[in-house]
């Protein structure tokens, strides 16, 4: 560090220079990534309420009551009126959350605590079971890249504590059977979790066009919690995640006291102490403004190009996709190159992707246009 800084035009040029070589979601060139373009009321109120820290509630109780109006609006999506819960940093934090609430709820006889898992998990999972002191039990995938639910019954022991399903799975935007994995979870008065970190934006608006997928709703019996990310789908600003409780008890037995605040004292139920209450107002703000329709309207853009994209690549003789997706999340193959080598391909020619073991990973946000779809596929012919 200088002992005398630079002018800040000096700063922001350096800075800019510097920068060049990310990449940008305006760019369109961006097709491996659940997170997308924030929306410009969003990045409004982002900068108007910087300073807000709502890890200190009593110095904003205004942006906690919007808080919980937030989260009311977000669990109404789902059939839960009232909800519980935060907004938080991403859906990595509200499934940890949900993974130590579960342990918190459990018997104190339970010592060795076991989680049932899809194989589809995200790798947050991962990390809750190494932080948490948990053993992940893997429950195989269908024919259709789901977790297979006929399997769970027998993987539950004295020690099972829960299971957690996905609505939009990292790889392949796949649903689980929600509704038969909640039949299960309640039979055995299990806690149940869904993740829904990528779904729950998508979900709730695509009205007729998916009908055979399963509704998500807390109206299941078992359902215990649920997390959503307002910065994927929800075209909120990083960060924004979310995580809903179906109880006020659920939601407070995680919190932490905490006594020395300037507002006063309080209590966390969150991971992180100091937490962005421009994130919670930015998230308050798009759901109000953008309403129901809205988000169908970005949505149904969004699967309009997923289906255009599924026809197109059809039509290529050396790439075929590999299952027909549930979601705006496509996952294709080549018949000529190996995956690792035809994402090597890929990127070379500018584009960031997804690389899974099985497949190369497109997601249709909001920021992808028709015309970057057909640079792509163009790209793809001469490959």
């Known amino acids: 560090m200088r002992e005398l800084g630079f002018p800040e035009t000096q700063v922001l040029q350096q800075l ?9 979601f305006e760019s369109g060139r961006i097709l491996g990534s659940m997170c997308t373009l924030p929306h410009p009321i969003a990045n409004k109120v982002i900068l108007k309420y910087l300073e807000k820290n709502i890890g200190d509630p009593g110095l904003c109780p205004a942006t906690v009551e919007i ?24 859906g990595t934090e509200a499934n940890i959350l949900a993974f130590w609430t579960a342990k918190e709820m459990a018997p104190l006889s339970i010592t060795k605590p076991e989680f049932i898992v ?27 890249y789901k977790m297979d639910e006929k399997v769970i019954e027998k993987a539950i022991t004295e020690n099972t504590i829960g299971i957690a399903a996905v609505a939009g799975s990292t790889a392949l935007g796949m649903v689980d059977p929600l509704e038969e994995i909640a039949q299960i979870a309640y039979k055995y008065k299990l806690y149940y979790h869904i993740d829904a970190a990528f ?10 066009t998916k009908k055979k997928l399963p509704q998500l709703s807390f109206s299941y019996p078992g359902i215990s919690s649920l997390t959503i990310d307002p910065h994927k789908m929800g075209m909120a600003p990083i ?17 932490v006291a905490v006594h020395y605040l300037s507002g006063g004292k309080a209590a966390h139920a969150t991971i992180v102490g100091t937490r962005s209450g421009a994130s919670v107002l ?3 703000a798009l759901l109000k403004h953008l309403g129901k329709r809205g988000y169908r309207e970005i949505v149904s853009k969004t699967m309009e190009l997923t289906d255009y994209f599924v026809k197109q ?26 995956v ?4 090597n391909i890929i990127r070379s020619k500018g584009w960031a992707v997804s690389l899974f073991k099985t497949h190369i990973r497109i997601v249709f946000m909001p920021h992808v246009k028709k015309e970057h779809i057909d640079m792509f596929l163009a790209d793809l012919k001469g490959i």
């Open 239 to 255: 960060p924004a995640g979310g995580i809903i409780y179906t109880s006020k008890e659920l939601s407070q037995k995680v919190k």
């Open 118 to 144: 899809p194989e589809s998990m995200h790798f947050s999972f991962v990390k809750a079971e190494k932080m948490l002191n948990l053993k992940l039990v893997r429950i195989p995938l269908n024919h259709k």
């Open 313 to 338: 690549i059809s039509k290529l003789d050396d790439y075929e996709i590999l299952i027909e997706p549930d979601l705006n999340v496509v996952g294709f193959v080549s018949r000529k190159y190996p």
């Open 340 to 343: 690792n080598e035809l994402a």
């Open 282 to 284: 930015a998230v308050w």
């Open 67 to 90: 808080e919980q109006d937030a989260i009311n609006m977000l669990g109404d999506l789902f059939d839960l009126r009232p909800a519980y819960g935060s907004i938080v940093t991403g």
């Open 16 to 24: 800019n220079l510097k920068l060049e070589r990310d990449l940008n």
């Open 199 to 208: 779904g729950g934006y998508v979900m709730p608006f695509l009205g007729n």
